[in-house]
């Protein structure tokens, strides 16, 4: 399996405040991307990264922030979260932007904010 | 504009039965991949098939073939004699390749159900 880490696997907050979403990797792959997944609308991308301080938005970037400092951790922030935001959140992660190179997901963290 | 398009929120099937789960999508690039992801209620995403632009055959995975059709920009995912764990979401991708962060987007997603 590879190797990705999200964290937290769940989480509660109130509408409002600030939220951090980590995605750690262990297989130093170039690319890392955050994608939110809600019921009808698939897997929707939200930011990514194509390398250290490389990120671009994704369809649904309004609301988010993601930081990579390094590597292997690429951060999605919710600067003030809303209701519309809860969701399943992935991480994944893909060794090259090459057209047949798949990406490996993480384990999804739940976010619901109240 | 929607660039994956599956249009089949649900179906089932009848295990043993072969299955095909439609994926259209839109892109003027002639360079491309598509992918198709299995999502059980475990909830982790699994890689099945890849299939590229310019493959000249359609991609075949085990139970798993694609049904490639370039001028209909037409991915459908094909599974043949169905099985019980076959239950799960599937989810067609498709990366372009002028894009150089090699973004990867996905579609709606379909809810596959094996019947006994």
């Known amino acids: 399996d590879a190797g990705i880490t999200q964290s937290p696997r769940h989480k509660v907050t109130e509408t409002g405040t600030p939220v951090t979403l980590r995605c750690h990797q262990t297989e130093n792959h170039r690319y890392m991307y955050w994608y939110r997944q809600d019921p009808g609308h698939g897997l929707r991308l939200i930011h990514y990264s194509y390398g250290v301080k490389d990120t671009d938005k994704g369809e649904v970037s309004d609301g988010y922030s993601v930081s990579r400092s390094k590597t292997e951790d690429f951060l999605l922030t919710l600067e003030s979260a809303t209701s519309s935001q809860t969701s399943v959140y992935f991480c994944a992660i893909s060794e090259s932007g090459m057209l047949n190179t798949e990406a490996f997901f993480g384990q999804g963290t739940r976010l619901t904010v109240v | 504009a929607q660039k994956i398009t599956q249009t089949q929120p649900g179906m089932f099937v009848q295990e043993k039965e072969a299955v095909t789960l439609d994926c259209t999508y839109d892109t003027s690039d002639p360079s491309y991949g598509l992918f198709w992801y299995k999502q059980p209620s475990s909830g982790e995403m699994i890689f099945l098939i890849y299939q590229g632009s310019y493959d000249q055959q359609n991609a075949t995975e085990g139970r798993y073939s694609l049904n490639f059709q370039k001028a209909r920009k037409s991915a459908n995912l094909v599974i043949s004699a169905s099985q019980l764990g076959d239950s799960a979401m599937y989810f067609c991708?498709?990366?372009?390749?002028?894009?150089?962060?090699?973004?990867?987007?996905f579609g709606q997603g379909t809810e596959l159900s094996v019947k006994p």
């Open positions: 991708a498709m990366r372009e390749s002028y894009n150089q962060g090699g973004k990867l987007i």
